[in-house]
């Protein structure tokens, strides 16, 4: 995709979310609702965020809403602000992800995490005008430099992750690292994504409960998407499902859009037949973009990529453009939003905004959560 065309989707996306999610109205079963421990790793991130001076993960908190609640910089005072400082990020490629700032052993801290080859730096705020670098972090050993040929579109990194201490990334070449937030020393590290099969890394992962999740790039090449939850502890894989293929691939269950059925539940899901034979197996519906997590519901909620291959004639058996899209041939989960229950993976709703795409729409932008009147009640999505 061209970059213009992949930012005209990205605000028709951003657009639509918000309005999507809260006016479809979606009921979640009591059996898919389980309160986050007061002490699990996102409870920490949602006390953290609570404080003003804080920015504790990329979207800020759980709802993505990127809004600081900092009253000093006004529209009185903002054309007086001047430079204070810089800091070298070490990479000359794109930049996407920005840094996340957490208290750690009673000081505040800054971390950020630069495009390929993914350098993480921890920074000392103490003296806000002068932060000093406390540590930084390259890896070197098993990298895999021909990443940078096959990723799209460009190296970029869209932010890393705080929890129970450690700064929590991923490298372009497919880990997931963890790093001891004072000293910037390995704490685990784990190879999730293959480059072989297509797959890079440059989406930002969710903090839920005491898991990380998040899931990789690649559909322009065919990878065949999917999305993981990890543990925060070990890095070990705690539950992973496709986003396409069979419904026990993709986390189905009985309950599955049980609140609104013609979205697709398990009785009508066609799985495999979504695509021509076999071409699932490549069909994209990866994960790029950013995460949202509702701790009172245990629900996570992502959006999907476009399908693969990227020709829309592979992934249609007919020869003509209203065959194929008859319903048939709509390659779910691509180009959809998906809410997963937190714990198991299971998909709980999902909602496909464009069926057989043929325009490399993508649909992997940020599902911002809000509370909103509809019909005189408070609802979130």
Not at 81 to 98: A, D, K, N, P, V
Request: proline letters at 4%; a neutral charge; one cysteine or more.
């Amino acid at each position: 995709m061209t970059m213009s065309s992949q930012n005209s989707s990205r605000l028709r996306w951003f657009r639509f979310c918000v309005t999507m999610l809260a006016s479809l109205g979606w009921v979640v079963g009591a059996a898919a609702v389980a309160q986050t421990s007061e002490t699990s790793a996102s409870a920490a991130l949602a006390k953290s965020a609570a404080n003003p001076n804080m920015w504790p993960a990329p979207g800020r908190n759980d709802d993505l809403t990127r809004f600081s609640p900092l009253k000093q910089i006004n529209t009185s005072n903002a054309g007086n602000m001047q430079f204070s400082w810089s800091q070298s990020l070490s990479s000359l490629r794109g930049q996407e992800g920005q840094p996340i700032v957490v208290e750690v052993g009673g000081k505040p801290m800054m971390f950020l995490v630069s495009g390929w080859p993914n350098v993480v730096q921890g920074l000392d705020l103490s003296n806000p005008d002068s932060p000093v670098t406390v540590w930084n972090y390259v890896k070197k050993d098993g990298r895999d430099n021909s990443a940078v040929a096959i990723a799209c579109c460009d190296t970029v990194n869209r932010g890393l992750n705080y929890a129970d201490g450690k700064v929590i990334f991923h490298t372009l070449d497919g880990y997931l690292i963890a790093l001891d937030a004072l000293t910037g020393k390995v704490d685990w590290s784990e190879k999730i994504a293959q480059t072989e099969k297509g797959q890079t890394m440059t989406g930002a992962g969710v903090i839920a409960g005491n898991n990380v999740i998040i899931g990789y790039g690649g559909a322009e090449l065919a990878a065949r998407g999917s999305i993981a939850a990890y543990s925060i502890a070990t890095g070990k894989k705690v539950w992973s499902f496709w986003n396409n293929g069979t419904a026990k691939d993709v986390g189905m269950t009985a309950d599955t859009n049980k609140a609104v059925p013609k979205h697709g539940t398990l009785k009508t899901y066609r799985g495999v037949n979504e695509y021509p034979k076999g071409e699932y197996l490549r069909g994209g519906a990866t994960v790029w973009g950013w995460l949202s997590y509702d701790p009172k519901l245990n629900l996570v909620y992502y959006g999907t990529s476009n399908p693969g291959t990227w020709s829309p004639s592979y992934r249609c058996k007919y020869n003509t453009w209203e065959k194929c899209n008859d319903g048939t041939q709509d390659n779910k989960w691509s180009l959809s939003i998906i809410a997963r229950n937190a714990s198991t993976g299971h998909m709980v709703w999902a909602y496909q905004l464009t069926p057989y795409d043929e325009w490399d729409y993508d649909a992997i932008n940020e599902s911002v959560l809000v509370n909103m009147d509809i019909d005189g009640q408070k609802n979130r999505p």
